[in-house]
């Protein structure tokens, strides 16, 4: 299978392309995280971006919010700040 052809299947099939499932799952998997109080420079590492600044401008895209706005508005969970496994 072509590339191009996974690509138009998984559209079809998920209603978004690879890139941005995989970018989805990750800004969601940043979003538990920050609730935990974990900061966004080791959430960025451990979420896969490249970098914090690559994080904080994916994040704002999906969000409207940045990293640290999202953490603030939305504060820490009860888990002790341990990343949820």
Do not use: K, N
């Not at 995989?22 to 109080?37: H, N, P, S, Y």
């Not at 979420?47 to 640290?68: D, I, Y």
């Amino acid at each position: 299978m072509s590339s191009f052809h996974f690509v138009r299947a998984f559209r079809q099939s998920h209603g978004e392309t690879p890139h941005a499932f995989v970018t989805r799952r990750r800004i969601e998997r940043a979003r538990t995280l920050l609730r935990t109080g974990w900061p966004p420079s080791r959430i960025a590492a451990l979420c896969g971006f490249s970098s914090h600044s690559h994080l904080t401008a994916r994040f704002r895209a999906q969000t409207g919010l940045t990293p640290t706005e999202y953490a603030r508005h939305h504060g820490r969970t009860s888990d002790g700040g341990h990343p949820p496994s």
